[in-house]
Each structure stands twice: as C-alpha cells, then as structure tokens.
C-alpha cells in the first residue's frame, strides 16, 4: 500500500475502516510513522496515532502501545544519531592543517560575528532539529495519551522519558513546558473524573504510578538545577498525597523528604531542611527493618548538623529584611510545614526538643557526640569556640558529607559565646573577644554580630574609640521573647523590665499574709448584694414577664382569627382589616 504522509489522507482512510483488522492496520501505522519520522512531520504522526487510537482503545489496546513505544524509540534513535554525527562533524572542523596557522581568518571572522564555536554550529545545524522533533514526539504522545486508564501505565512511562530527554540535552525550557503540560493533565484528570475511560486517582495503583512520575520529575529538576520547578513539584506531590486515603509507601515517602532535605539545602534554608531530614530519620529508623548501625548514625548525625546549622535567630533573608517581609515569610513558612505534614511551622526550638526526645544527640558519630551539650547545655564562654572549631576539624577530615554544615555551625558558635559573654561582663575588648574564637577575623566577627544587635536579639554596642564590647542595653529597646540557649542570670535590661511584675506578685503576697480572709469576704459581700437586688426586682419582673405572655397569647390568637375570617368569606371587604387592627390596639 501507498502511505501518504499527509494527515488528512491518512485520517479519512481511517475513518473508512471501521472495522479494527490488527494484520492490517498496524502494519499500515508503523510504515506511516516511519515516514513521519524520515520527513520529521510530528503533526501528521499526531493525527495518525489519533485514529489508531480511536480504533484500538476499545479492542486491542496492546498494539497501541506497542505502535507508541515503537514510534518514541526511531525518534530517539535518530536524536542519538544526530548527536554521533554532530560530534563527528565538529571533530572534522577541528582537523588543524597549518599547525603554524591554528586559526584561519575565515574562523576568527566568523567566530568574531556569531560568537558561536564549531561545536556550536555542529548543534544548530545537524542536532537541533532532531532533538526539536524528538521533543514535538513526547509531547504529542503524552497529549493523545492523557486521563485514558487504558493506557496509564504507558502515559507515565512516556512522562518519565520526557524528562530524561531533557536532561540528556540539558532542555531547561523544554523541561518548563513538559511539567506544565503534565500538571494540566493532572487539573483534567481531576476535572473530569466522571468521563468513561477517566482514571481514577482514588485507586491506590494510579495514585502510586502518578507518584513515583512526580518523584522521578523532583529528581530530574534537581540534577538540572531547576529549583522553582522543583518546589512546584513538591508542591505537586504534596496535592496528590491530599487526595489520597492512604499514606504512600515509606520508601517512596522517606525518598520525598529526602530530595525535599536537599531542595531547602540549596536554598539555604536550613530551618526547613533540618526539619525535612528529620522527618527523613524518623522513616528510616522505624520502618527501615534492613537499615544499618553506620546508615542509622549517618542520617542521625545529618539531623543534629543540620539543626545546630540553623542561624541565631532564626533571621529573614536580604529581600525580606528590606522589603520588611514578616507576615509574608510567616504564610510562606506555614506553607513549607504543610508540604512536611506539619499542623505548624517549626522553630529551632522545636527541633532541639525533638532531637532530645529522640535521643538522637546519643546516635551520632563518636565525635559529635559532645556538640550538642557543648553548644546548648555548657556555660563556657572562654573556650566554646576552640572546641567547636576543634571538633569540627576533625569531622570535616572523617565526614566529608557534613563539611556543608560547619561554617553555619561556627557561626552559631560565635553567636553562642557572645550571648554568654553579655551575661558576665559589661565590657570586653574586641580583641579580646577575637583571641577567643581561633577561626574569624574582627571584620568578620563585626559583621556576624551587627545584624543581631541591630535585630535586639543582642545587646550589643561597639565603642570603636576604645576598641571594646558594651554589653547591655535600656528597657525601651528590648524585645519582649527571651533568648534560647545556656544562662547563669539575666541581662540587667531584663531584671528592668520585669520589675513591675516581681512588685505586683510580692505586693499580692503581702496583702494575702496582712488579711487572709480578704478575698473570701469580698466574695461574700458581692454575694449578698447581688441576692438584695435580685429581692428588690424580683416581683416586678415577674409581673413584666407574664404582661409579655399574655399580650403574646392575645396577638396569637387575633392572627388566627383573621386568617378564619379570611379563608370563610374571600368577598369581604380589605376595609374591615385595618378596623379590626385599630379595634384589637385599643
């Protein structure tokens, strides 16, 4: 048979047989998209693959997909062959035939006016319409292929090539575009759940094949380093795990907090990733029957890392401290906990308590293991930075997986020593802090500490004329939350400011030893005055609330007598209404 390439053809020959012969018509197909793809006519192979699926969904769904998968595979082989041979030609470009003349006028002429390498051209001219078909293939495949149960196995399949192949050819647009597409056809499959064929995401099977499709997606986005998309996608998942009646798997689960963990990592927030990787653990340690003693201390000493890694305090980035962002950052992070399954958003707080009630803290290497008392129990100002920086020398040579965390982990140190320092002193020289913290310079220090103390999260004052510290600060400029951490006393601005408080509760205290009784007798007295009142009114309320029944009971019965005369005689005159009206008022 002649096989036309034009679509339409193709589509009223179709439609001429009405009857499926699989002998027949697929032979037919696959020659047809053959040529489809010798020609590179992605719209016609389109409209072919239309009316084979209209003939064999309801018959011989297997040769669809088979047709399908046949049609993808010559496409990305003739993709990687594109490829082959544009590597082969930039190689012949590159052949130097004057080794004293390596670059040609020609070249540098050219490479002056399009700034485009040999490689570059090699691309545009042999790879780039290969791969543009190549990617016109997948998304007319998964457009035919869309909220069909028939062939939902297939259309996930095909979403996952999709995203290999624009992580092959390093597709950052294309990669935009095909997780739009597949988050429409979510939208649809939702929208349209009552359609014959429609599938069902309530059924525990399709949910799961649509999850491990998004997992596969966050995975890809991250490899690209596409990170909205990635958040868009964990977005995605955290949709399809509301509508589901069932938690997904543990491992699929663990898998999700683990490349949300890294998500946050790359976005520097370490408040969110601490928490994702305790979530992480938390799977592991208790579903994982297979785990190890080493895997079980790895992820246990990547949540106290991560955790102590959070920033004092829990600051706003440079676009939110200037546009004065808090309410927006509060949704954002009520937004971010939802994704984790948390009812609200945690604090550094909250994950050290967890990690206490845990005991994670004692299943951590050997030498972490006295981090977080050094950190967040001890009250050593003169030596916490030395041991900080000496235990983490020694666990960025062990562990190189942790070294992301030291530097924040430092930091936090100095914030620590110079909160402890307020305590006891109200003035210390600046070098003299500086020989205390072995691994910062004092430009670094005076950039670590001015955004806390110009946040009051510490009281703080540099007094550059006679290169010291001033600890301490007035009642007008405190913050009202009190600083986590170890404390021997408070700050004087904090004895200050609960000064009123302390001389209400002693004042209290003196009136309840000077008169016992006191309150009890109020009590009584109030007491007896509200029953002399109650006596006082107690007859005529009584007599104003049964005037109220009866002018009730008489406007009750009045209505009713109207409606009787009413429905009596329809030809009485709408005079008589008003005069009874005026005759019951008087």
Not at 58 to 76: G, H, P, W, Y
Not at 339 to 350: G, I, M, W
Not at 534 to 562: G, T, V
Request: hydrophobic share 40%.
């Amino acid at each position: 048979a002649v096989v036309s390439t034009q679509s339409g053809h193709y589509g009223r020959g179709m439609r001429r047989h009405k009857q499926y012969q699989h002998d027949v018509h697929e032979p037919i197909i696959t020659q047809y998209l053959s040529l489809c793809v010798e020609l590179k006519k992605g719209h016609a192979a389109k409209e072919g693959l239309y009316q084979y699926k209209i003939l064999t969904q309801n018959t011989d769904i297997n040769s669809l997909e088979k047709v399908i998968r046949q049609f993808v595979k010559m496409a990305e082989v003739r993709a990687e062959a594109a490829s082959k041979e544009a590597k082969a030609a930039m190689l012949e470009m590159n052949v130097i035939e004057d080794l004293d003349v390596v670059y040609t006028p020609e070249k540098l002429m050219l490479a002056t006016v399009s700034g485009e390498d040999s490689q570059d051209r090699a691309d545009r001219t042999v790879l780039t319409p290969w791969v543009k078909f190549l990617w016109e293939v997948y998304r007319h495949v998964l457009d035919i292929l869309k909220n069909n149960n028939k062939v939902e196995k297939l259309y996930q399949d095909m979403a996952q090539q999709a995203f290999t192949f624009c992580i092959k050819y390093e597709r950052k647009a294309e990669f935009r575009k095909l997780s739009d597409s597949v988050r429409n056809h979510l939208n649809l499959i939702i929208k349209h759940s009552h359609q014959t064929n429609s599938i069902n995401l309530n059924d525990p099977v399709s949910l799961q094949l649509h999850l491990d499709t998004r997992l596969y997606q966050l995975d890809c986005a991250i490899k690209i380093s596409l990170w909205q998309e990635a958040i868009k996608t964990i977005n995605d998942i955290h949709a399809l795990m509301q509508l589901s009646k069932k938690k997904p798997k543990p491992q699929a689960l663990a898998n999700y907090y683990k490349k949300q963990a890294l998500v946050f990592s790359k976005a520097n927030n370490r408040l969110f990733e601490a928490c994702a990787l305790m979530k992480h653990y938390q799977l592991v340690y208790d579903q994982k029957k297979t785990a190890t003693e080493e895997e079980k201390q790895s992820l246990a000493s990547g949540v106290l890392m991560a955790t102590l890694a959070i920033p004092l305090p829990s600051s706003l980035s440079d676009t939110e401290k200037y546009l004065d962002l808090q309410n927006s950052t509060k949704d954002k992070n009520i937004t971010l906990a939802s994704y984790l399954d948390l009812a609200h958003a945690p604090t550094r707080d909250s994950l050290l308590a967890d990690l206490v009630k845990h005991g994670i803290e004692g299943k951590v290497y050997p030498e972490l293991q006295p981090l977080f008392t050094i950190l967040e129990v001890d009250f050593q100002p003169l030596t916490l930075c030395k041991k900080v920086d000496t235990m983490l020398i020694q666990v960025e040579k062990l562990y190189p997986d942790l070294k992301q965390y030291t530097k924040d982990v430092r930091e936090v140190a100095v914030l620590r020593l110079m909160r402890q320092l307020a305590q006891v002193y109200d003035k210390i020289s600046i070098s003299k802090v500086v020989s205390l913290i072995p691994y910062i310079e004092p430009l670094e220090l005076e950039l670590l500490i001015i955004g806390p103390a110009k946040s009051l999260d510490l009281q703080l004052r540099i007094d550059y004329a006679t290169g010291t510290y001033i600890f301490g600060s007035t009642i007008q400029y405190q913050r009202e939350d009190i600083a986590s951490g170890p404390t021997v006393q408070q700050m004087p601005s904090e004895m200050f400011r609960s000064q009123l408080v302390s001389l209400f509760s002693a004042l209290d205290k003196s009136v309840a030893l000077i008169s016992p009784n006191r309150k009890q007798q109020m009590k009584d007295q109030l007491r007896q005055e509200a029953i002399a009142a109650y006596h006082r009114s107690a007859k005529k309320d009584q007599q104003n609330m049964m005037r109220r029944k009866e002018m009730i009971e008489s406007r009750k019965e009045f209505y009713e007598n109207l409606n009787t005369k009413k429905e009596k005689s329809t030809d009485c005159d709408s005079a008589l209404i008003p005069l009874l009206k005026k005759e019951w008022e008087k």
